[in-house]
């Protein structure tokens, strides 16, 4: 049995969205860091500026990380380094027709949802601002978790007719 096509296909748009976003994430951020004064194209306001949520503390290790190792240690990587991980992973895993792959996809699914959820809720609660980079990863966290759950579903139905 192959990937379906429209999983295939879906998961190709949506991991190489997610990973365009999270590298373009890291410039943005890396950008602001040498120059101060760098606008980003997803700066359209005050309160619409992906350059102030990427740089904010939330920005790295999801805000977390910072409590348990040096604020600038190796560690404690920016969020988007972590996407360009998760879509990749995604990518590749998403290849393979194993159960176990499929239970790390649903698994590390569920991770990026509930990071997305977390971060939604600093976006909009502490920082009041509005990401439009950030928005668009969450919805595309929720779509892979969507696409890796049918991957799951379809597996464990194959198995129990062959089995």
Known sequence: MAVPTWERKTRLFLCVFGLSLSVYALHVELSRESDPDYRAMCDLGASVSCSKVFTSRWGRGFGLVQFFVDKDSPLNQPNSVLGIIFYTLQMGLGLSLSKKAAAFLVFSSWVSVAGSLYLASILAFVLGDF???????????????????KRRGAIEGMKEKTG
Not at 131 to 149: E, G, H, Q, R
């Open 131 to 149: 990401c439009v980079v950030c928005v668009s990863t969450y919805i595309i966290n929720f779509a892979l978790l969507f696409t890796n759950l």
